[in-house]
């Protein structure tokens, strides 16, 4: 029989068959993976250090825009406008704090001692409702007789959470100062900072990374600048409410409204809840109406408030929020939930500018609104 030859069709077949052999991976290729695991793996181990540098970079926009703010009227130097921001605001803090400091504190105090039996009120009623033996039923653990516990049983447990919790608080003081620590040394040479960063970036996309950074800086601005005045409006608004009321610890209450406020959607909740609790020890029909001016306040903030603050600041869609909160939530505990808002501001910037218009060639998205920052 004569010798049959492989083609070339034959031969290219068997070079693309299950049989062929397989091309090494390049050694670059395994490297960058396993770089990119480690890189990922550092960051999880230190995410607490992330979200710590990401919250110190805020309050360092917010104190380069007060010294912009002061170049800008009386044209002294950005460090020097930094110093004297933080100057005024540790005297304006002090002030207040002279002021209506004892007072808030004597209100604090009374709320303290007033939460215990506000409790009782809740628990007694929880004991006499169909309601509430259901939810007691509910929550009783498995194995113990029924009729055996009541709410008030619960309250020492209670009171314990409540005295680990601020023992987690004040164990959270030192990480405060290292933030403000980090973030006077942000604020008084940030754009060094940035320079130094910015020369980790390949040499070809350096000024595409610059715009980013100089978008980022308004954005956060702009929204920490609309949260500042939403947070005060609110503060305002629910403490004269409270007192129009004759609702005692108007001050402090309306304090804590304010600043839980800067959580969207569960800030609300937060400061809300203890002021229905407090206000049950006046009354259920007071507990009542400080219920609705809640609902007041967060229905004239969402709808009259928020959007004029948004035609300022960065228009962020609701749905993003609430994801946001969620995921990093999820993530990183109370920090995420915190955090989350401006967390979701970076990632629309750098998804948009990095992917939707530098990797698919989209249209360019409207400019953020306002001036380019300086540095």
């Known amino acids: 029989m004569p010798e049959t030859r492989p083609t070339a069709e034959t031969t290219e077949a068997l070079a693309q068959g ?30 607490g250090l992330i979200l710590l540098t990401f919250a110190a970079i805020l309050v360092a926009i ?9 170049q800008r009227w009386t044209g002294i130097g950005v460090k020097l406008g930094v110093v004297l921001t933080m100057a005024l605001l540790v005297l304006v803090a002090g002030l207040l704090m002279r002021s209506v400091g004892p007072a808030i504190s004597a209100q604090f ?32 653990p498995s194995g113990t007789s029924g009729g055996g516990t009541t709410a008030a ?34 604020a008084l040479d940030g754009p060094s900072y940035r320079d130094g960063a910015l020369k980790l970036v ?4 350096r000024p595409t990374a610059r715009a980013i950074t100089d978008e980022l800086d308004i954005s956060l601005g702009r929204w920490m ?51 229905v609790l407090f206000a049950l020890t006046q009354g259920v029909d007071m507990a009542v109406y400080v219920l609705l001016l809640f609902v007041a306040v967060q229905q004239l903030e969402g709808n009259l408030l928020m959007p004029l603050i948004q035609k300022y600041a960065s228009d962020l869609p609701p749905v993003l929020s609430v994801m946001g909160i969620v995921a990093f939530g999820g993530l990183f505990g109370f920090a995420g939930i915190l ?23 989209d249209a360019p998205a409207s400019p953020t609104k306002g001036p380019v920052a300086e540095g």
């Open 18 to 47: 299950p049989l062929a052999p397989r091309r090494a991976v390049p050694v670059a290729t395994i490297l960058t993976v396993f770089g990119l695991a480690i890189l990922l793996a550092a960051l999880w181990v230190w995410k």
């Open 62 to 70: 917010a104190l380069r825009g007060g010294a912009k703010l002061m």
């Open 109 to 140: 105090n009374e709320l303290m001692r007033g939460l215990p039996a506000a409790w009782q009120q809740v628990s007694d009623w929880l004991d006499k409702s169909n309601i509430g033996s259901f939810i007691e039923r509910q929550l009783e």
């Open 153 to 186: 049983s619960g309250l020492p447990g209670i009171f314990s959470f409540l005295t680990g919790t601020i023992t987690t608080v004040f164990g959270g003081v030192a990480n405060v100062v290292l933030m403000l620590t980090m973030a006077i040394f942000l």
């Open 202 to 205: 390949p040499i070809p996309h």
């Open 225 to 275: 600048a609309g949260q500042a005045v939403d947070m005060a409006v609110v503060a305002l608004l629910t403490g004269l409410g409270l007192w129009l009321l004759g609702m005692p610890l108007a001050m402090v209450l309306g304090l804590i409204a304010g600043l839980t406020n800067i959580i969207p959607y569960v800030g609300p909740f937060l400061s809300g809840a203890p002021a």
């Open 339 to 361: 955090l989350a808002t401006p967390l979701v501001l970076v990632l629309i910037v750098l998804v948009t500018r990095i992917y939707i218009e530098g990797i698919l060639g």
